[in-house]
């Protein structure tokens, strides 16, 4: 949730607990369980994606103002 707050893209488990705060290529990347290649992937990909990473560090602060 902190992260959430302060605006950085996350790219996490898609596990139940993580699906709450985070929605997939919405504000997140949410990668299964035990694929490390994919999490790699998807950490190349984001850092190389400017536009990405700020649609998802607005759409992140916006999810975490809900717990407020």
């Given amino acids: 949730l902190e992260a ?3 605006g950085l893209p996350i ?3 898609d596990l139940e607990g993580n699906r709450g705060y985070g929605l997939n290529e919405e504000n997140s990347v949410l990668v299964s369980k035990n694929e ?4 790699v992937d998807n950490v190349i990909e984001l850092l ?6 700020n649609i998802f560090s607005n759409n992140m602060v916006a999810n ?3 717990y407020e």
């Avoid at 490390?36 to 999490?39: D, G, W």
């Avoid at 190389?48 to 990473?53: C, G, K, L, P, V």
């Fill in 48 to 53: 190389r994606n400017e536009t990405q990473i």
């Fill in 64 to 66: 975490a103002q809900q």
């Fill in 4 to 6: 959430m707050a302060c």
């Fill in 11 to 13: 790219i996490t488990t």
């Fill in 36 to 39: 490390y290649k994919a999490y």
